[in-house]
C-alpha cells in the first residue's frame, strides 16, 4: 500500500493506494466512497482486506478520506456534501493523471449515496457501483444518526449521570434537532459535529433519484446475520426503481456480520467472497486475457 | 504543522504510520500515540487526530499507527498483551524518521494505557507515559465498580426515589441486577485458556491472563520515567482502576512510594465524545509533556 496526502478544494486529504498484485495487465482501479462518521473508525480493517482481496484479482483500489473525516485535514464541523464532492472528483482525477482509469466505484452505507450523486455529476466517471448495506434514504440515516444523541441524552438522565430536574433538560427529539438544523446550528453528536452543510443535503437524498447513465451496472449487497434474510424490501424497491430506468442493477443477500454497526471488530468473510466473486465475473464478462 | 504518511514494516506485516511535524518544535520529547483495543490510528469520533494536531500545534512532534490486523494493516491483531513489539517498532520508526527527538512519550487509553506498561516501557527511549483509564477489567472487579458506583450513586439521587415512590422502577429487575453483580464481585477468575483467536481480540473477546494487572503494576515499578494518570469522570473502567490502586496493596503501596501526577476530567465520558472534553485531555497532555 502507498499512504500520501494530496490537495482537495478545502484542503489536504489523506489516501491509501493499494496496487494490484497480480503481474498481469493492470485491470484498472476501484474508488472507495467512505461511510460517515463511526461507521469508518469500525469498518476500516475490512475496507482494506476487501482492497487486497481487489488486489489479488488485478485491481488497484485508493481509499480517499474525505474532508474533515479520517486522517484529512479539517473536521466534520467544517465539512459539507459539496466540498465531498469535489474530494471524490479530486481522487478521480488523482488516478487518471497516474495513467490509470476508475472503472468501478465502491461504496460503504452513506457513500453510495455520494458515489452516484457523483456519477450523476460526472456521467463519465465510472459506469460500475459495488454497494455494500447502501443507505437509500438519507432522510432514514440521519434521522438514525440523531437517535444516537437521543439515545445518549436518554442513558443521562436515567442513570442519573445528568444533573437538575429531568423535566426540565428533558432531551431533544428528533424533530427539535432537525429544527436547530434548518435554523443553521451544528449538532454535536456522539464526539461528530454534523452541520447543516452536511445534514441538510443528505436528508433530501434518495439513492434510486440520481439519474444514471444507460450503461451503469449496480451491484447492491445486503448484508444480514439472519440465515433467512434474503433481499430487503428496500433493496428490492430500488432494484426494481432502476429497472425501470433501463439499468442494470442485482441485489446479492449474504449472510454475515454487520461490521460497520459492531462495537468490536469482526471479519465479513462472506461479503468479501460474494463480493470478489462479482469482480471476477466482470472480467470474464470483459474478455480481458488471462494471464 | 506537517503531516506525513508512510508505510513500516512490523514483524513482515505492512502497518501505515502518520506523523504531525510541529513547524517550531518546542520540546526533544515526541508523542506516540498508541490505540486502546482494535481501533485505528484515528480513534473514536477522531479523537486521536484532534490529540496529534493539537500537540504539534504546541510543539511536540506526534506519531499514529496501527497494530497489525488494525486499520490498513496486513496481518493479525495480537491483542493488547502482545502488542509490545509493534509498539517497539513504531518507537524505532518515529526516531528513525525524527532525528531531533531524543525520548518518547507514550499515550494510551484504556487497553493502550494497559500495554504501556506490559513491555512498552521497557524500550529505553520511553521517558514518560500518560495512562488514561487504564483496563484493568476483571468479571469481580467490574461488579465492584458497578455495586460501589452505580448503585450507591443512585441511592442518592432524589430522581431515583422519584421513581421509586411513583412506581416508574422495575424494583424486581433493579434488585435482580444488585444481587448478579454482588454473586460475581465474589466469584473467582475463570482460567484461561491459551487458545489463539483469529479475528481481531478485544476487550470483550481477549482472554486475559488473570494477573494481567499485576504484571501492569510491576511494569509500572520497574519504570523511572515521569508517569501522568488522566481519569474519566463518569467511566467505569476508571471507577475500576481506581478502586484496584486503593485496594490492591501493591498498587497502593506504588502510588504511595513514587510521584504519579493525576488529572480528573469532570464529567467525561470513557472516550471523551464531545469537543469540551477532547479539548481537555489535549491540553492536559500538551501542558504535561512541556512541563519540566
Known sequence: MQPFFFNSTAGQLFGNYFPATDDCEAKGDILFFPPFAEELNRSRHMISRQARAFNRLGYGVLLVDLFGTGDSAGSYAESSWEIWIQDMKTACDWLVNQKSRPIAFWALRSGALLAADLVQRYPQLACHLLLWAPVSQGKAFIAQFLRIKIAADLAETTTGTKDGDETENAPLGTRDMLALLHQGHTLEIAGYHLPPALALPLLEMSLTSFALPPETRIDWFDVSPSHTAGISPAARRAIEGWHKQGLDATAHSVKDVQFWALQEPEWAKNLIEETSKVMMEMTDLSEVASC | ?292
Open chain 2, 1 to 292: 504543522m506537517t503531516e506525513t504518511a508512510f508505510c513500516f514494516k512490523i514483524a513482515g506485516d505492512e502497518v501505515v504510520g502518520i506523523i504531525h511535524t510541529p513547524d517550531r518544535p518546542t520540546t526533544d520529547t515526541g508523542l506516540l500515540i498508541i490505540v486502546g483495543g482494535p481501533q485505528y490510528r484515528i480513534g473514536a469520533h477522531r479523537q486521536y487526530v484532534h490529540l496529534a494536531r493539537h500537540c504539534a500545534a504546541a510543539g511536540i512532534p506526534v506519531m499514529r499507527f496501527d497494530y497489525r490486523g488494525i486499520g490498513d494493516s496486513t496481518g493479525h491483531y495480537p491483542g493488547f498483551q502482545q502488542v509490545t513489539p509493534d509498539i517497539h517498532a513504531a518507537i524505532d520508526e518515529f526516531l528513525n524518521r525524527c532525528p531531533a527527538i531524543r525520548t518518547v512519550a507514550v499515550w494510551g487509553l484504556c487497553e493502550g494505557a494497559s500495554a504501556c506498561l506490559l513491555g512498552t516501557q521497557e524500550h529505553q527511549a520511553v521517558s514518560r507515559l500518560i495512562l488514561v483509564n487504564p483496563w484493568v477489567r476483571s468479571d469481580s472487579g467490574e461488579a465492584r465498580a458497578y455495586v460501589k458506583h452505580y448503585y450507591l450513586a443512585r441511592l442518592k439521587q432524589p430522581q431515583f426515589w422519584n421513581k421509586l415512590f411513583s412506581g416508574k422502577l422495575d424494583l424486581g429487575q433493579a434488585i435482580r441486577g444488585f444481587l448478579s453483580n454482588l454473586v460475581r464481585m465474589f466469584r473467582p477468575a475463570p482460567p484461561l485458556s491459551g487458545t489463539p483467536l483469529q479475528k481481531p481480540k478485544t476487550s470483550a473477546t481477549e482472554k486475559t491472563t488473570e494477573d494481567f494487572s499485576a504484571r501492569m503494576c510491576e511494569g509500572l515499578a520497574r519504570f523511572s520515567g515521569r508517569v501522568l494518570l488522566i481519569q474519566s469522570e463518569r467511566d467505569l473502567v476508571a471507577r475500576e482502576f481506581d478502586d484496584l490502586i486503593r485496594r490492591s496493596p501493591s498498587w497502593r503501596t506504588l502510588f504511595k512510594t513514587r510521584k504519579i501526577d493525576r488529572v480528573d476530567i469532570a464529567e467525561t465520558d470513557h472516550t471523551f465524545s464531545s469537543e469540551k472534553w477532547r479539548q481537555a485531555a489535549a491540553e492536559t497532555t500538551s501542558r504535561w509533556i512541556l512541563s519540566e
